[in-house]
């Protein structure tokens, strides 16, 4: 039986053990995690002038981690925030584990803030473009019923702004759909979401092409072998239709809800109004859709504008 570990870097390699061994850890996981901390026992050391053994890692000070921070932020080779939050993020796993392991706490760490990243803002594709993607599912040498099932995904995501995984947790129970859809979200929040008589057309003629019979609660939509039609699926298909159209790598099955929300923003609606049809938790979320819009707006005044 190993003995126990009296030192930090000794707790640090019996941490990634349990990583690989009890977690299942990647190895590039394990790889990333263990960098990070090593690197933050290095700094730490000088630091603090001393060896840590275990006894230290429990008076690790807020002042003591944000010195590290800023240290990474810093130096001829500072990284990115993004970077730095992923390194405070394994540097609190580490702790969490020799608080529960080791008993080893250290409240310190609840002190500390990552830095603030920016939010990206949504790169949804355009009105012509998604009308294309979905004409463009139709140009295949595949089954008639497989044609009319990307087609039917691809209008159920533009026409009603949902989630992949939201539209493809359909059942054959909700078809023929309505004028209106109940669709459960993220956190298991509902919402009603109309339905556009293009959407329930080309549900409709999938579901009259589709081969077999489906069990009222069996998935709607199906793979070849008559599996469930897997995000997988659907990304495979947007990852051809845009090679065959020239678009840009962001047009993802999640575009399509993003050109949602956006082409209804530049038609007029409010975000109140889009942030329920979304299914949004908070506002600030939908107000993302804004800054897109704008966007769009300039770049038509500078294409239309004589003195653009």
Same mark, same amino acid.
């Given at each position: 039986m190993n003995a126990a570990p009296t030192t930090a870097r000794e707790a640090l390699a019996a941490? %990634? #053990?349990?990583? $690989?061994?009890?977690?299942?850890a990647s190895p590039r996981t394990v790889r990333a995690y263990g960098d990070a901390v090593l690197a933050y026992l290095g700094f730490l050391e000088p630091h603090r002038g001393e060896t840590l053994n275990l006894a230290a890692m429990s008076d690790i000070s807020a002042g003591d981690v944000r010195a590290y921070l800023a240290h990474r932020r810093g130096g001829d080779h500072p990284l990115a925030p993004r970077s730095v939050s992923q390194a %405070? /993020? +394994? =540097?609190r796993a580490y702790h969490r584990w020799l608080d529960? !392991?080791? +008993?080893?706490?250290? &409240? &310190? %760490?609840g002190l500390v803030r990552g830095p603030k990243l920016p939010r990206g803002v949504p790169r949804p594709v355009s009105e012509d473009q998604a009308r294309a993607l979905i004409n463009d599912a139709g140009v295949s040498d595949r089954e008639d019923w497989e044609i009319a099932r990307d087609e039917a995904v691809l209008t159920l995501l533009w026409g009603c702004g949902l989630r992949i995984s939201e539209a493809l947790s359909l059942t054959r129970a909700d078809a023929p759909l309505g004028e209106t859809i109940r669709i459960t979200g993220k956190g298991g929040k509902t919402r009603l $979401?109309?339905? %556009?008589? &293009? $959407?329930?057309? +080309? =549900? #409709?003629a999938y579901l009259s092409a589709l081969p077999f019979g489906l069990a009222p609660d069996e998935p709607l939509f199906r793979a070849v072998r008559g599996g469930a039609y897997s995000p997988r699926h659907a990304q495979a298909l947007m990852?051809?239709? !845009?090679g065959r159209l020239g678009l840009p790598a962001s047009a993802?099955?999640? +575009?399509?809800?993003? /050109?949602?929300?956006?082409?209804l923003l530049g038609a007029g609606a409010d975000l109140r109004s889009i942030q329920e049809l979304l299914g949004h938790a908070s506002l600030s979320t939908t107000q993302r859709y804004t800054a897109v819009d704008a966007a769009g707006l300039l770049a038509v005044y500078a294409k239309a504008h004589p003195h653009a």
């Open positions: 941490w %990634l #053990d349990y990583l $690989v061994n009890e977690r299942r %405070l /993020s +394994a =540097i529960r !392991r080791l +008993a080893t706490p250290n &409240a &310190a %760490l $979401v109309p339905v %556009l008589p &293009a $959407v329930r057309e +080309a =549900i #409709d990852q051809t239709l !845009r993802t099955p999640h +575009a399509l809800r993003h /050109s949602f929300a956006t082409h």
